[in-house]
């Protein structure tokens, strides 16, 4: 299956920095997705992205499709301490009667007020 | 409000019981999908269903089983073949398919 990497794994900042993460596939997407996850919750859709090279922002945060179609990034900025929690990426494929949705697995993100 | 029901929040079992996980939604969405989370880990699909009275397997169904016989319904059973059912498992639908998932708010699982 396709798989994703997403980096970093985990990140310490300070309140009031920018946050920047992404995620990288062999394999082309249709569509990137990312989801924010608080702990105990389900993940909730921050931001999707359908067409190669769209920025799309969503208050602070801002995400990008990259040109390629294999790789997207999400930047927070001035981070809260509300923005603790992890966060995914999803890569979906559909065409030629096939469909996948491929999860990354998550940056921890950890903010020090 | 619509949304995604997932319960109970937390169960309990001994090894070698079968237990069922219940999802509803009440969003008219068409597909409903179950996942597994590991700490550390990304989202394993379970199964999932595009359409009532059918489903299919995803990366790690063995051990489980599914049913879809309400559009707002897909309760999944964690049998005694699972061999590590301790987790954290979601449950997710969409309007299509190839639409952007809305997750319940899980159910963590122990089984001891």
């Known amino acids: 299956g396709q798989q994703l990497n997403q980096s970093p794994q985990s990140m310490f900042i300070q ?25 105990g919750e389900g993940p909730v859709l921050l931001i999707a992205l359908y067409k190669a090279g769209e920025l799309t922002s969503n208050g602070r945060l801002t995400a990008q499709f990259g040109i390629t179609r294999k790789d997207s990034f999400l930047n927070i900025s001035a981070s809260i301490p509300s923005d603790v929690g992890i966060y995914f990426c999803a890569g979906e494929y559909s065409g030629a009667g096939s469909y996948q949705l491929t999860f990354g697995k998550g940056t921890k993100l950890s903010v020090i007020p | 409000d619509g949304g995604i029901t997932q319960s109970p929040k937390y169960l309990f079992r001994k090894e070698g019981q079968n237990v069922t996980l219940s999802c509803e ?7 409903m999908y179950w996942y597994r989370q590991d700490p550390g880990q990304g989202l394993r699909l379970i199964y999932y269903s595009q359409i009532v009275n059918d489903f299919q397997k995803g990366d790690i169904a063995e051990g489980y089983s599914v049913s879809r016989e309400k559009k707002e319904s897909f309760p999944l059973t964690v049998t005694s073949a699972q061999k590590n059912p301790t987790a954290f498992y979601l449950c997710a639908s969409s309007i299509v398919e190839d639409s952007p998932l809305h997750f319940g708010n899980g159910t963590r699982l122990t089984v001891t």
């Open chain 2, 25 to 31: 939604q009440n969003l008219n969405h068409d597909a």
């Open chain 1, 15 to 39: 309140e009031g920095e920018d946050v920047s993460m992404n995620c990288t596939s062999s394999s082309i997407f249709n569509t990137w997705l990312w989801y924010k996850q608080e702990p």
